[in-house]
């Protein structure tokens, strides 16, 4: 993984960019709309994997209860970092691999995504949000067991 702390401490960056995903991971595996929302700014935006895009937090928890509820219901999410960039004191991109199933142990890591996270008032939120399909040739390197 690469980190570029910018003569910050690059523990911070890491702390923020884990506590982030993990919250987001687990709003996802919960289900919970509401949640996974809270982690977005008021005027964040959301690329999904089909073209699609959703400005706003609100639009972004409103999608994801019929996400929730309808098409991904039940699955379960893996999301890993690749890369991290603290771009300043209140911006970190991160880029990550991960994929989704109803079977935890059956996830193909099948999808990259872009996060921008910035840092506000109230902590860390994502500013911005990209997911897009893997293509083939980067399956195998990102689903081996190493």
């Known amino acids: ?7 910050h401490d690059d523990r911070d960056v890491a702390e923020a960019v884990t506590a982030m995903l993990d919250a987001y ?5 919960a289900g919970d709309a509401d949640a996974f929302g809270d982690l977005f700014t ?9 073209g ?10 409103e999608n994801h ?3 929730f509820t309808k098409w991904q219901a039940g699955t379960t999410l893996a999301v890993r970092p690749v890369s991290i960039n603290r771009l ?18 059956a996830i ?5 995504q872009t996060f921008t996270l910035v840092r506000g008032d109230s902590g860390w939120k994502i500013a ?9 040739w980067n399956l195998d390197r990102y689903n081996r067991a190493d």
Request: hydrophobic residues 45%; glycine residues 6%.
């Open 42 to 50: 008021a005027d964040a935006t959301y690329v999904i994997f089909l």
């Open 1 to 7: 993984m690469n980190e570029t702390a910018a003569g």
């Open 128 to 136: 911005a949000f990209h997911n897009t399909s893997m293509a083939a």
């Open 65 to 67: 209860r019929d996400v």
């Open 108 to 112: 193909t890591i099948d999808k990259f």
């Open 88 to 105: 300043s004191d209140t911006v970190i991109s991160v880029l990550t691999v991960g994929g989704i199933d109803t079977d935890p142990a």
């Open 52 to 61: 699609d895009a959703l400005l706003g937090r609100d639009a972004i928890r």
């Open 25 to 29: 991971r687990d709003a996802w595996n």
